[in-house]
């Protein structure tokens, strides 16, 4: 076999280019393709299944890559498997919790969710492998198998088949019709049964001599002759081959970790931890396709198809998306979509233009976890990674603050390592209590250790982090480059953890304290530090909770904050300072059904964002996104798993781009973004536009006039003076859906949009040109 001379990536964005056009209200998610675990090959496409999409590819063009995912109609995240049901061109994929869509060669998809809504085998509903044998597929789940009439769309029968009726996981199913059986490789040994009998009822599947002392995993169809994999738990897997009834080791094959067994044209194809081996009928290799004969040390395949016309190999990858890796040149294509290096986050900053996502993590005893994938931004609809290797093998990454005095100069802190500088993407340094002349306080149990877990940036240009189990957690970096710390008492000390920080308008330092509520530092004009502490108490904050997750800053100077009993609110945080003045807390609530509540009472609520006309983001630990309005009373949209995009309902940061009114969301399952109606408004009318304008007869969107002042009042006339619409913006922002007041779209014509600020004294007129 020749090696592999020519080695292309093809990383198109076809995802990030719908971003540039994003509806109101619209999801895009930013998915990592960069793991598949499955492909399968349709008439004129090649489909790899990452967990949460599909990349798909054109057979003849190979030049473009499209994905779906669940913005574009999937039904779920988790893909697990796919199959492909020749008669109707159709592609199954499955799930890891059962549901199941169907996908034509038009990419319309529908929905089969019988197995997912089912109230039985809740402990064991998990998919494995789709297997397609005439016209039913049979899904190999973790109690059984399920069968699907892909004629009729319906599920004539569910095969239990463990000894005595019992449930036992099926992982995979080969059909022998020349033998007239059906093998089954389940978690205590492979099953057959004849394909006359009935296979519904238990007592007709039985196991097969000697292969039940070990779990297998992978069983095909290979020519008559039935091959296994055996699972030993270890990276020794072992095939068996079943030929004239008898079972045999294949002792020929390189015992290793096989992640998938397939047969194409008649070829073997065994994928395993480091390689894609191809063995003819008579049992010899028709190539290995490995990380040597390709230079290519990331190539890590997951599954391996061979394609009908026998030229190409498909193999989904760990690392690179979709290979296609063409016989017997040995030339390997990369088909890799645009998206972030990995689902793992932390916490998110946007900053001129730039998301940063720190990918690192901490444990439940805010230990280190040696994360090592290092940091991710996103910027001009595009994805960027910078290892861990760039910088300096820094592990733990748990935030990043850009400076707003040193242009392309961001801080990360990385969780025991100290706070790591980075100029326009280039490692710079990383500060520690080394070369900090000590103002960077350690662990007092571990001097080599500096916990700091944020960076904040105050008026003036000084730098603020906390750091950790340390006897003098704050600390100070000034524009001077000059460092020093400052001891806070009972407040925080060398048993306390110091979280999330936050710094107000007033120049206020708040630190949320692991269990303790929350510290807030001043530091006065002759150098001296105020500190103070809320808590639970009446009179020194009352707060909800003394678990605090997250907090923000809204336009009118009041601190939100999230604990784990929901959400308070602090409308005049200067009082904290002030001698005699009550700084407690407020609730807000609301009356439902006669009862009075609090907001997110019963939430954990982990994430707190204001957007551009002062509405709040929460994220909650449970039940996804919830937004309202300003005053927090009233509830907007509450976005979760089953209603929207969102991966997970546990929510990890929301950030916002209050330009374009962009919300990202950070789960612990990855990123997406909804296309919000708010923008950041000004002061005065600035560069005032309506877009489209004009807005053409095939046009159904709104339209939408920015660069207003926040909250401007909006008139919508006619060339006579009759008016058509008024409406108030939502922060910068107003948005016109071009009907009347009545509900009918206007007809052709300039309209004059009037605006005016709150007082009248600061106004605007615009003109927008409609063609109907």
């Not at 090696?3 to 990536?9: E, M, Q, R």
């Not at 088909?335 to 990995?342: E, R, V």
């Not at 962009?662 to 005032?688: H, P, S």
């Amino acid at each position: 076999m020749r090696v592999a001379i020519v080695i292309f990536s093809l990383a198109f964005t076809s995802i990030t280019a719908q971003n540039q056009s994003l509806p109101l209200g619209g999801w895009i998610e930013h998915v990592s393709f960069r793991r598949t675990i499955a492909v399968t090959e349709t008439r004129n496409e090649v489909m790899a299944a990452s967990e949460k999409g599909i990349i798909i590819i054109d057979k003849k063009e190979r030049s473009e890559i499209q994905t779906l995912t669940k913005s574009k109609g999937l039904s779920d995240i988790d893909i697990q498997h796919l199959a492909w049901y020749e008669p109707e061109d159709l592609v199954i994929a499955g799930y890891r919790n059962g549901n199941i869509d169907l996908i034509t060669p038009t990419h319309t998809i529908s929905n089969v969710s019988d197995i997912v809504r089912s109230n039985i085998f809740l402990g064991r509903r998990r998919l494995n492998k789709i297997r397609i044998f005439k016209d039913r597929a049979y899904i190999c789940m973790g109690f059984g198998i399920v069968v699907f009439d892909l004629q009729n769309r319906l599920f004539p029968e569910t095969l239990i088949i463990g000894p005595n009726g019992s449930q036992i996981e099926v992982f995979d199913i080969a059909f022998d019709e020349a033998g007239n059986r059906v093998f089954a490789a389940t978690e205590i040994g492979v099953f057959s049964a004849s394909l006359s009998s009935s296979l519904v009822f238990f007592a007709n599947w039985t196991p097969e001599p000697g292969m039940t002392t070990r779990p297998f995993n992978h069983i095909v169809n290979w020519g008559g002759k039935i091959v296994a994999n055996r699972l030993t738990g270890t990276n020794d897997d072992s095939l068996f081959i079943r030929e004239n009834g008898t079972w045999t080791w294949m002792s020929d094959v390189f015992i290793s970790k096989n992640f998938d067994l397939e047969v194409c044209n008649d070829e073997l194809l065994v994928t395993n931890d480091f390689s894609v081996v191809s063995y003819r009928p008579n049992r010899s290799k028709r190539l290995n396709i490995e990380p040597g004969n390709l230079f290519n040390p990331n190539f890590k395949p997951m599954a391996a198809i061979q394609a009908r016309d026998g030229n190409w190999y498909w193999i989904a990858s760990e690392l690179e998306g979709l290979y296609g890796y063409f016989y017997p040149e040995g030339w390997l294509f990369t088909f890799l979509p645009d998206g972030p290096f990995d689902e793992d986050v932390f916490r998110m900053r946007y900053h001129n233009g730039r998301l940063w996502v720190a990918p690192g993590a901490i444990n439940s005893v805010w230990g280190p976890t040696f994360n090592n994938k290092g940091i991710y931004f996103y910027e001009n609809f595009d994805w960027q990674h910078i290892p861990s290797a760039q910088l300096q093998n820094r592990t733990d990454i748990l935030s990043i603050t850009p400076s707003h005095s040193e242009p392309g100069t961001v801080y990360a802190t990385a969780w025991g390592q100290g706070i790591v500088k980075i100029s326009d993407g280039q490692y710079i340094t990383t500060y520690n209590a080394s070369n900090t002349d000590g103002a960077l306080s350690p662990v007092v149990t571990a001097p080599d250790q500096i916990r700091a877990y944020d960076v904040v940036f105050d008026s003036k240009g000084n730098l603020w982090t906390a750091t950790s189990l340390s006897d003098r957690p704050l600390t100070r970096r000034t524009p001077q480059g000059v460092w020093e710390n400052f001891p806070m008492g009972t407040i925080a000390g060398t048993n306390t953890n110091i979280g999330r920080m936050l710094v107000t308008r007033e120049d206020q330092i708040w630190m949320s304290i692991q269990n303790r509520g929350i510290a807030v530092a001043k530091l006065n004009d002759n150098g001296t530090l105020q500190l103070n502490q809320l808590t639970q108490l009446e009179g020194s904050g009352n707060l909800p909770s003394a678990d605090v997750r997250a907090f923000a800053e809204d336009l009118d100077g009041a601190v939100w904050i999230g604990t784990s009993a929901g959400v308070a609110v602090l409308y005049t945080p200067r009082f904290i300072f002030e001698p005699n003045r009550n700084y407690d807390v407020r609730r807000i609530t609301f009356e439902e059904d006669g009862i009075v509540q609090a907001l997110l009472a019963q939430e954990i609520v982990t994430a707190v964002a204001v957007d551009g006309a002062n509405k709040k983001w929460f994220g909650t630990q449970n039940s996804g996104v919830f937004y309202t309005s300003a005053d927090g009373r009233e509830q907007i949209f509450n976005f979760n798993r089953n209603n929207s995009p969102l991966p997970s309902n546990n929510i990890l940061d929301i950030e916002i781009d209050r330009k374009t009114g962009l919300v990202y969301i950070a789960t612990d399952r990855g990123i997406v973004a909804y296309q919000g109606a708010a923008t950041e408004g000004n002061e005065e009318f600035t560069d005032v536009y309506a877009y489209p304008n004009p807005v053409r007869p095939d046009y159904e969107g709104p339209i939408f006039i920015r660069g207003l002042v926040t909250g401007a009042f909006v008139k919508i006339t006619d060339v006579t003076g009759n008016l058509v619409f008024e409406t108030r913006a939502e922060g910068g922002q107003a948005i016109w859906d071009g009907r009347d007041f009545k509900g009918r779209k206007v007809q052709t014509g300039v309209y004059l949009a009037y605006m005016s600020d709150e007082l009248g004294f600061n106004t605007y007129v615009a003109k927008i040109l409609i063609v109907r």
